[in-house]
């Protein structure tokens, strides 16, 4: 039997490689995936060009229909490897509004959620990581 999800594979061309490695991805890898770009005032200050999506962070949609509005992150999906934005919605026929599901690629991070200690000591380690390895000859 197969296993379900290979640590060894780093890459494909083929998309159908990509689109299998992506969709039998572990949590601990989706988690990853859901990271977009930062905006050039953090990317100053953390020393960092993606963070992984939170609930409560502030974003920028990039493309798309919703183009150059911003809000902030009300839902994270995990399995769909997608985010909802709070003010961001589609009205339905019948008068229902929906939330619209943005990739995080389409996205860029203006305002970061602090309110957990591990988001902050991980951005600190990111951020003095990179200042040694540019100092390193």
């Known amino acids: 039997m197969k296993q379900k999800f290979s640590m060894a594979w780093n890459s494909s061309r083929q998309v159908r490689k990509q689109r299998k490695f992506r969709a039998r991805a572990p949590l601990h890898i989706r988690h990853k995936l859901m990271s977009a770009k930062l905006s050039k005032e953090l990317r100053k200050k953390h020393n960092i ?13 990039m493309k798309g229909k919703f183009r150059r509005k911003s809000g902030r992150v009300n839902k994270v999906n995990l399995k769909k490897l997608k985010v909802a934005v709070e003010k961001l919605q589609i009205q339905k026929k019948d008068g229902t509004k929906v939330d619209v599901w943005f990739r995080p690629s389409n996205l860029l991070i203006t305002d970061l959620n602090m309110d957990d200690k591990k988001r902050i000591k991980f951005t600190e380690i990111k951020s003095t990581g990179k200042e040694e390895r540019k100092n390193v000859p």
């Open 49 to 61: 060009k993606s963070l992984p999506i939170r609930n409560g962070d502030e974003i920028k949609v």
